[in-house]
């Protein structure tokens, strides 16, 4: 999902206005690859470290301990970090920019500082998770249109720039609100290794009514920005309509009235259907502008 995001945004988004980029197709394909192999680590570490809060969860689901060891998890966790890691000192002297090596030991930093601490605060983990997948977009505009700003086209980079942030601030709402319903999820396992999660401190009735709050937020801000920004065509008010805020409205009526767990899975999927619509509408840019 990670890398057909960044595709959308090189090849959909970007294209649909005059702006200029810095990587190649081998050098952007080295940048989705080292951003899924950040990811991948983060995903292992994660895993290693739910190993116990899985088994009550998703006993069903649990890789670690029972199709590869805890020793191979961790041997495969460090070959992926490193790898995105030194991708990532390749790109950011490539572009001319070696500042930017830090964001990706910053992002490798945090997952295992997510995965080992920050998981078990309320509301703490879910923010951080969500911050580096909004990441994920802005990480493409950061190596492709900031090295290649000029006085003459500042004006576009930069609103290129901003209309990616609305993206990644998108990604993060949606992220934000399926990470909390997946906290309501695995209340069972996450109470009894001492984790302090929203579901845990404030009741899953409660913390669902949060998320469905959450939800409408979103609505409206949604409605905003495509109110202010894209009044004039009518396909893209349509496109989303039907297939960001009409979903959205669903799960917010479904949070409501949710109480199994069951529920909550199919609200969490959603959300992720959401998120891939919401992604995809980068292909509009190509019609409307």
Known sequence: MIAVVQLLV??????????????NPL???????????????GYIINDIYDIETDA???????????????????????LFTFIGVCLGFYLSHKVGRPPFFGLFVIIAASLYVYASYLKQIAVAGNIVVSILVALSLLIVGIFELIPAITIQNETVQ???????????????????????VKDIQDVD???????????????????????MALTLITIIIIVYYVTTFLYMHVEAIAYYLIAVVGP?????IKMFTAESNAQFKHISFMLKIVMIFGMLSMLLYRLIF
Not at 10 to 23: C, E, H, R, S, V
Not at 163 to 176: G, H, K, Q, S
Not at 248 to 252: D, G, K, N, T, V
């Open 158 to 180: 930069s609103t290129m720039l901003e209309v990616l942030t609305d993206y990644a601030i998108f990604a993060f709402l949606i992220n934000f609100i399926r990470e909390i």
């Open 248 to 252: 959205l409205i669903y799960i917010a």
């Open 10 to 23: 090189k090849y959909a988004l970007f294209p649909a206005f005059t702006i200029d980029t810095t990587l």
């Open 56 to 78: 009550i969860n998703k006993p069903n689901k649990v890789t670690i301990g029972t199709k590869i060891s805890e020793s191979i998890a961790n041997k495969l966790y460090i």
């Open 189 to 211: 396992g996450d109470h009894k290794v001492g984790m302090q999660t929203l579901p845990i401190l404030f009741g899953k009735a409660r913390t669902s009514k949060v998320t």
């Open 27 to 41: 050098n952007f394909f080295l940048l989705i690859l080292a951003t899924l192999s950040i990811a991948a680590g």
